[in-house]
């Protein structure tokens, strides 16, 4: 790799007043996944310094709160895997995050990395948004939060301001223990980037859909909702049929690209099936008073 | 920027340049060449080690970001007495055969059955999914973890076999890692 300056911060105040403190020539560090392989890669130059948050204590843990499921920034993916509360709570969280990468690289990448990074293709995206997440940011002016849905802006894009980081991303109260389900096809089993992933979530009271979401990764510049799909299915009695007819609606909101890996049309195809699927798991989750529980 | 690590039980310090990556610390500052430098992008798993009982990409972690940290390598692996049971059955039973990508393999596995003395084929096809081997096919490196976890098995004696956390039950459904 060219040569870098690199600082450790101590936590995440001290990480904004050191990007504030090195100003453009700064780039975070979180896990390194992704930067560190890109840097080797691009004939760009790389930053004058690297600003080390992967070891701020500050951004890791796994807690619930006032707010819901906060999960720290630099949590990363094995530990959502391995994580007692998230097996238990939302299982489809810890799925998702089984499905990236390899084992070396789910235990040195970070969720916030996985978002922040922007890729549609991400595999944190999906169970995030059905479960309508949002996250904390904080700048040089303080902390603010927006949903997760705001975060993204485009591929590689975010709506953070330069000297901005993700501090933590919270899943609301009434979410927690929302029956969820999530999907991903790859070319292979390892190591493999989604073609497509999907997540649904909803609550199954009186054996109607109940609050369904509906999100897709890889078919569209950014991971999405299907709000037609969610529509169509809110109200209506919880049924195969019902799931089939969301994935075909699903399939029309989104707005995937041919490339290398697939064509446009078999994307659209994988949406219809996912979704189905997707929403199958998330039945299979459902268990009666289970919102009682978590509210 | 000066980095001190504990490697394979011996803590060594060095002073290198920041953009330095574990990989590189290990390979030619303490000239560790076990870990292989195969696609140094973190695709392939030639470089696996394990640092505070994780196994990483050595070449995808700064050496900055290892700093204070424990890490072991293939060298850490065979004692006075021998060589590991995973190095002692690969070897036996041709789980390798250029050999290139065999310290990351080992590397994975030994994470795998210090975290799960007894893993299910699924379990350890997880475990290796990021190590490239372009001469096995796999299945005898499969074999070879299990044959692996069976010996460290029977040589452990009960009161080692007291310290180790069992695998929870009720989350068997994922596997686990």
Redesign the interface.
């Known amino acids: ?6 600082v ?1 911060a101590q936590d995440s105040e001290h990480a904004v007043a050191l990007l504030a403190e090195y100003g453009k020539g700064a780039k975070l ?1 979180a896990g ?2 992704d930067l ?2 890109d840097l ?2 691009t004939p760009h130059p ?1 930053p004058a310094v ?1 600003v ?1 948050i ?2 701020c204590a500050d951004l890791k843990g796994i807690a619930i709160t006032e707010a819901g499921l906060r999960i720290g920034a630099m949590v990363t993916h ?1 530990e959502i ?2 994580s ?1 509360l998230i ?1 238990d709570t939302l ?1 489809a969280l ?2 998702a995050a ?1 499905s990236i ?8 990448g970070s969720i916030a990395g996985n978002l922040v990074t922007c890729v549609p293709s991400m595999d944190s995206g999906p169970t995030l948004l059905a479960l309508e997440a949002s996250v904390t940011i904080l700048g040089p002016s303080g902390r603010r939060t927006i949903g997760l849905a705001d975060l993204f802006v485009g591929p590689r894009k975010t709506s953070l301001a330069f000297g901005e980081i993700l501090v933590e991303i919270v899943i609301p109260k009434r979410n927690v223990g929302k029956p969820t389900g999530f999907q991903k096809f790859g070319l292979r ?3 493999a980037l989604a073609l497509v992933n999907a997540a649904a979530s909803f609550w199954a009271g009186e054996g109607l859909f109940t609050e369904p979401t509906i999100a897709l990764g890889a078919v569209a510049p950014t991971v999405i909702r299907a709000p037609k799909a969610e529509a169509y299915l809110a109200g209506r009695p919880v049924t195969e049929d019902a799931m089939a007819e969301a994935g075909r609606i699903a399939a029309t909101e989104a707005k995937p690209i041919t490339d290398f890996r697939a064509t446009a049309d078999y994307r659209r195809d994988l949406v219809a099936v996912l979704v189905k699927r997707a929403l199958l798991a998330a039945h299979g989750r459902a268990t009666p008073n289970r919102k009682d529980i978590a509210s | 920027m000066n980095v001190t690590i504990t490697v394979n039980g011996e803590v060594r310090s060095a002073s290198v340049p920041p953009e330095t990556t574990l990989l590189v610390l290990l390979r030619e500052h303490f000239l560790l060449t076990g870990a292989k430098t195969g696609c140094d992008v973190g695709d392939c798993g030639a470089c696996t080690v394990i640092v505070d009982g994780k196994a990483v990409n050595a070449c995808l972690m700064l050496a900055g970001q290892a700093d204070g940290r424990t890490v072991t390598t293939i060298e850490g692996l065979a004692t006075r007495e021998g060589l590991h049971p995973l190095q002692k059955v690969f070897e036996e039973t041709g789980a390798l055969q250029c050999g290139f990508c065999g310290p990351g393999v080992i590397m994975s596995s030994k994470a795998l059955l210090d975290e799960i003395p007894n893993p299910t084929t699924a379990e350890i096809r997880n475990a290796l999914a990021g190590n490239l081997c372009r001469c096995t096919g796999y299945q005898k490196m499969i074999e070879g973890v299990h044959e692996a976890a069976e010996m460290l098995q029977s040589t452990t004696t009960p009161a080692t076999l007291a310290t180790k956390t069992p695998a929870t039950p009720a989350l068997a459904a994922l596997p686990q890692r």
């Open positions: 790799m060219k040569p870098f300056g690199y450790a560090l390194g996944t560190l392989a080797k890669l790389p690297m080390d992967s070891r094995s895997v391995n007692p097996r299982p810890a799925e089984l990468g390899a084992v070396q690289t789910r235990n040195l089993k390892g190591q």
